[in-house]
Nanobody, 123 residues
Framework: QVQLVESGGGLVQAGGSLRLSCAASGRTFSTNAIGWFRQPPGKERAFVATINWSGGSTKYADSVKGRFTISRDNAKNTVYLQMNSLKPEDTAVYYC????????????????WGQGTQVTVSS
């Protein structure tokens, strides 16, 4: 089973950028699709993006298309989320998790959740 740890969160002004990392341990990392979710204060955890095992296929929530890019480096056991043109509504705790297919977007289809990293976008 894969274990995941997020990092890279912080405070940024609207319009700025951040890159989140999801570092994995475990022999199955390179065979898993990985997804990013986010949970704003007082709201449900919601899908952001997924990437397949090779990095060749991705899927995004409409709210982040064109601004966020998911990528992975299997040699480093790491998945990244590059976030550009950040908005105050992007403020949330960001989580990564593993799944069987990059086409999945439901929270229940993901496991091995990390502890999350806080992203705060000021206006």
């Amino acid at each position: 089973q894969v274990q995941l740890v997020e990092s890279g969160g912080g405070l940024v002004q609207a319009g700025g950028s951040l890159r989140l990392s999801c570092a994995a341990s475990g022999r199955t990392f390179s065979t898993n699709a990985i997804g990013w979710f986010r949970q704003p204060p007082g709201k449900e955890r919601a899908f952001v993006a997924t990437i397949n095992w090779s990095g060749g296929s991705t899927k995004y929530a409409d709210s982040v298309k064109g601004r966020f890019t998911i990528s992975r480096d299997n040699a480093k056991n790491t998945v990244y989320l590059q976030m550009n043109s950040l908005k105050p509504e992007d403020t949330a705790v960001y989580y990564c998790a593993a799944t069987r297919s990059y086409l999945y977007t439901r929270r229940d289809d993901f496991g091995s959740w990390g502890q999350g990293t806080q992203v705060t976008v000021s206006s």
